[in-house]
Each structure stands twice: as C-alpha cells, then as structure tokens.
C-alpha cells in the first residue's frame, strides 16, 4: 500500500504523513479508513475531485489527536464531544475527520446510535458495506499495511456491494440508499443476500422510521453524483418513493420530464461554466416530486427541512411556469421584457420551466437571457447621478432599471449616451415641476 501512497499529490500524501507522526508522538493508534483507502484501491484520484476527505480512526482519544494535529497544520477543530470525534478543517476544500475507534448500540432501527470506545477491529466491523472496512495503518512500524479483517478486497475484487451482517439496513436503514449510491457510482452491484435484505427491510417501510433531515441528507448526496439519473432509476426497480411521499409512482411522462431536467442541467453547465448552478441536485428533486399538486408539494418541502431559497426555487417553478410559458412562448420579444421576467428567478426555476416546456421561442429567450442579459448592469451608477444632480433616494433604482432596459434594447449603446439621455431625462423632469 506504500506504492499507493506514493502516487498522491505531495500536499495530500504530507497530511497523511504527518498523521502518523501525531500518532507517534501520542502514543495512540491511527488508521486511515472508509472512501479514501476503497478509491485508493481503484485507482482513483483523490486529486481529481473538489475536495479532499480524509477519515481516520485512532484507538485513544481522537479529540486529543486532533487538537496537535490542526495546530500543526494551523488548521480549525470542530469537536464533536458526543461521538468522541473531531474535524480538522485545513481550507474550503480540505477537511479531516478523526473519530475515536467505537463500537456502537442502535436502540431502535432508525435511530442515532450509542457510542463506546472499542478498538480499530470493532470500529471498522460497524462500517456499512465490507468495501468501506478497509483501512491503512498508520503506526509507525507498520505505517502503510492495509487492514482486511472482513474481506473487502475480495468485493472490491469483484466488484460487489456487500453488508457485514444480517442487521445491517435494520440498525440504520439511510444505509440502502447509500449501497445505491455506491453501486451506481463504482458501477458494482449489490450481491443478492444483501439486495434481498435491502428489499425486505424497503417492503418493510424501515427508511420511514428515519427522521425526514436524515433521509434529505442522504437523497442530496445521491441526487449530488454524476448523473444522477440511473441512481433515481435504479431505486424505483428495488425501493420505489414511499418513503419520498406515500403513494409516489412515477409514470412515462414523469421520466420523460426527469430526463429533460437532466439535459437541461449538462446543456447548462457545458454553455455557462462560468455562472454554476448552485443546487443542480435540487431540479430532479422538484421533478421527482412533479406529480403532487403545490398544495402537498409545500408541506412536503418544509418536512424535509430545505433551505428557504431551496424551497421558494421549487414552488415558484410550480407558480409561474405556465404564465412565464405563455410570455416567453413567442418568436420576437423584446429583450428588456425578457429581463424582467427572468431576472427574479434563481436560475434552477428558469431551467425547470425550460425542461418543462421545450417550447423552441422559450429556450431561445432562456437562451439569449443567460448568454447576453444576465449579469448586465447599467453604464453609471448611482455615483454619477449624485454628480448629475439627481436627489438620492428610491428613485435611483427605478431610473438605473429604466437606464438597463433601454441599454439591454439597445437605444443606449454607451456611458456618454447615458449621461446624455440622463440629462434629459432631468430637465424634463425639472419643466413638469
């Protein structure tokens, strides 16, 4: 596993080095675990990803460790007292999570567990499926062995999503959308003693016993993969959405409108990179969801806890997509017009409206909006109408509006004929008083 190492990006492979050393100089057992070692393995490339994660696993006190370790790097700790852990936060893009080795007790399927102190053995045994038990040893003397005590090299051999005992989905049920998650993105397969036990524990209605922000969690990161498409598909064939929403079927036209989210979302990024949508997840989230009316869809958005603007972005889609349809619907609009009406939307509204309706004239005017309109401001600002003489107050907004209209329509094509039509614009003003 040493070789491995050696193939890291410097900055990575030093965070990992000094992690041994802290463990040495502590005298306390630290190992390397969970994603990071299983895509270590398979060859992929931490350094390709937007942030790096690392988990490690000490015998001893992990909070301890983790305070010598973030002042060597002068980093930022976040403890977590409850579960005897702790997070070093290095930058925006790389974090460590240290976590005493612990057994754990689940009271009742569902629930959040009751943690003891245990050894890396015991800890990695609690782990959800047997590619996530391998770790790395960080003890000096054995610093780079690779730990499998419950075979999950054999599965990552071949290529199987497997759990380490019968209770599994029953002691945490969050855990049958995660081995979706892994499946689909490590293009493996769920072996069949355990999709049997995903199945039955799904038929049992387990994932509802979970709280609503557990489960939101968990459908974020899924919804956050790479085409998330095949992972929707593949839970509707083996769970299906009553735990989404009682009763929630998708029909034909349902996947036909989740297959126009996902087109309009790689259209998207592959013309604007530049702009980035924020919550790209939270579009097939909202077409999931088409078939309820606005009504259930509102109450079902706030149970799950989303952000205000995560659900504002989904129930003004709801609101406005026929009348924004029936506005934007027509070949020659004027480009000002155009503004006004998608300027209020945050951009995952606008791409919902143009994947429901792949109306030619809406797309062009989408089109034309982001390309040319959006992010436009008028030549001066309010600094130049002070000098011109105009009176502060709410009157500003209004006449730099007006001012970008009559740029975005093109009767105003520079600074200079802005401070004429300003100009103007006041001493007309002036005559009416």
Not at 133 to 151: H, K, M, P, V, W
Not at 236 to 252: A, C, H, S, T, W
Not at 305 to 312: F, P
Not at 381 to 402: A, M, R, S, T, V
Request: aromatic fraction near 10%.
């Amino acid at each position: 596993m040493k070789n491995y190492l050696k193939k890291l990006p410097r900055k990575l492979r030093d965070l990992i080095y000094l992690a041994r050393d802290v463990a040495k100089k502590e005298g306390l057992h630290a190992c390397l675990v969970g994603g990071f070692v299983r895509d270590l393995i398979l060859g992929i490339n931490p350094s390709t990803t937007l942030r790096i994660d690392l988990d490690l696993v000490i015998e001893g006190n992990a909070i301890r460790f983790a305070r010598e370790y973030a002042r060597r790097l002068s980093g930022r700790t976040v403890c977590h007292s409850r579960f005897q852990s702790a997070t070093v936060i290095v930058s925006n893009k790389v974090k460590i999570d240290i976590a005493t080795a612990r057994r754990e007790s689940y009271p009742k399927p569902g629930a959040l567990p009751q943690v003891f102190a245990a050894t890396i053995n015991e800890d990695l045994k609690r782990r959800d499926f047997t590619i996530n038990t391998l770790a790395l040893d960080l003890t000096n003397d054995n610093f780079g062995n690779l730990l499998d005590f419950y075979n999950g090299m054999v599965d990552l051999g071949k290529r199987k999503i497997r759990i380490l005992h019968n209770q599994s989905f029953i002691d945490d049920p969050t855990r049958i959308l995660r081995a979706v998650r892994f499946e689909q993105r490590l293009n493996f397969r769920i072996e069949p003693h355990t999709l049997r036990l995903l199945k039955k524990a799904a038929f049992d209605n387990l994932l509802e016993l979970v709280s609503c922000h557990r489960l939101r969690d968990e459908i974020i990161l899924l919804l956050k993969e790479a085409r998330p498409l095949m992972y929707i598909k593949r839970i509707e064939n083996i769970v299906g959405f009553d735990f989404f929403y009682p009763g929630l079927k998708l029909k034909r036209g349902d996947w036909y409108f989740l297959r126009c989210v996902d087109n309009e979302i790689q259209w998207f990024n592959e013309n604007f990179p530049l702009i980035g949508l924020s919550f790209s997840w939270l579009l097939y989230w909202a077409a999931i969801l088409e078939p309820l009316n606005i009504r259930i869809l509102g109450k079902h958005l706030y149970r799950f806890g989303l952000r205000k603007e995560e659900i504002s972005a989904i129930l003004s889609y709801r609101q406005i997509r026929l009348p924004l349809f029936k506005r934007l619907n027509k070949e020659k609009l004027a480009p000002s017009l155009v503004f006004r009406l998608l300027k209020p939307l945050s951009l995952e509204t606008i791409l919902l409206v143009k994947a429901r309706y792949r109306s030619v004239n809406l797309s062009n005017h989408i089109e034309k909006f982001l390309r040319y309109y959006h992010g436009r401001v008028p030549f001066i600002d309010g600094h130049i109408l002070l000098k011109l003489g105009f009176k502060p107050g709410p009157c500003y907004k209004q006449i730099l509006n007006q001012l970008l209209y009559r740029q975005l329509d093109d009767k105003i094509k520079s600074k200079e004929e802005a401070i004429v039509w300003l100009k103007k614009r006041k001493a007309k003003s002036a005559k009416l008083k």
